[in-house]
DNA sequence: GTCTATAATTGGATAGAC
DNA sequence: GTCTATCCAATTATAGAC
């Protein structure tokens, strides 16, 4: 049961097809640019129409969050509670997040945007992504307390790697990479710039992957 | 002479606190969400008069975006051009860019949006980004060529570089770090992810402010 | 569940006085 | 150079028929 939550699969209802629009263009308009006539006319209803899946814009967008955040967050927060080589941590962490946004059914590329995250309409989501940010900073002081990252501010390279996974994302969501392949190359870069010996990569890499990998 | 192009400095006309005032709120609330009465009112002015200063809501984002590509798309196609070390040339554009962008009065952070470089009304500044971006992914693939850097998609890797330097942006604009200190963490932060060999990373700093840094 | 018709509001921009 | 008054287009959302 629940197959629905794993994946919608190919029988697209229309509220599942106005989240798959929406999210392609908020991707690439933006929100506010985005009108409901123009999600409704790429679904082949009328503007109207929409209200009758969605009781506003608004929720349209806040659904999307959720079908992110609602798995991010979770995984992120058991992680930071987490014992272990912080370096690990960090690599699943990067790896399940980057999985999640690249095989979505939905463009999330546009969903963490300054428009949106800095609008009081959406509060209850900024606070949950901001759960999601302390969660990845509590890993990387640990991994600097440990000596096994270099000495920034954790604010700011938590800044950097999902100023990194936002902008990846809407390169992979343009032109179809092997997924795998491009999802390994985003995380190595990641862990190059935090690692202080860069050199433990493929160990870091074979444990992350034994453990909670699979 | 041409101090006002170094630094419009205290005596600021009403059309230089629009641009200064009307970045900011792009840079929080983006592009669309702004209102021009938004703008009018937190300059002091009633919206009409905007109209005096500015043709449209879109020119003035058209100045802001020329205050900073007017600078960068040069020093990075000079860049691209040279020879010498891709490393130390990398290290340039990387410090030259961050530095302007934070020593700017305007909030830069809003312009390279989805919203702002995926619309038709920009596509003559959007053909300008385009050609800095190559310059760019020039300079990473001499490196990669030379075994400087590690061999990944220049793509990705110019796609990730705009990533942090826009999210550090962000950072920076808000609370107000040491600059100088900020402006090096970032840098370094890039360089080690794409360096081979990351050891090389002060004699590359040292290389690249001799020469045209100073 | 989708439609037509339309309400209610807000957006960028203009005209013309001062 | 700024103002008041206003236009016109576009937006989200509702009402009610089918």
């Known amino acids: ?21 929406a999210s392609e263009l908020f991707a690439t308009r933006g929100y506010h640019a985005t009108t409901t006539r123009e999600i409704a006319t790429a679904v082949g209803i009328r503007q109207p129409s929409l209200f009758h899946h969605f009781p506003s814009k608004e929720a349209i967008l806040q659904t999307l969050l959720d079908s992110d955040l609602d798995v991010a967050v979770p995984h992120a927060e058991a ?14 962490y990067l790896e399940h997040d980057l999985t999640h946004l690249i095989s979505s059914p939905y463009n999330l590329s546009g969903l963490y945007t300054e428009e949106v995250m800095r609008d009081p309409a959406f509060e209850p989501w900024i606070a949950k992504r901001r759960r999601l940010h302390r969660a990845i900073e509590r890993i990387l002081a640990d ?3 440990a000596g096994e990252f270099v000495d920034l501010p954790v ?28 999802c ?11 690692l202080k010996d860069p ?16």
């Open 79 to 92: 992680l930071a509670k987490d014992r272990g080589p912080a370096s690990v941590r960090l690599y699943q």
């Open 155 to 182: 604010e700011v390279v938590r800044e950097a790697i999902t100023g990194i996974l936002v902008r990846t994302l809407t390169l992979a969501s343009g032109e179809h990479h092997e997924d795998r392949v491009f």
């Open 199 to 214: 050199a433990r990569l493929p160990e870091i890499r074979r444990a992350a992957r034994e453990e909670g990998g699979g």
């Open 143 to 145: 991994g600097v307390a």
């Open 1 to 21: 049961m629940t197959a629905r939550a794993v994946e919608p699969a190919v029988p697209s209802s229309t509220r599942e097809r106005i989240l798959l629009v």
């Open 184 to 194: 390994e190359q985003i995380v190595s870069l990641v862990m190059r710039a935090v």
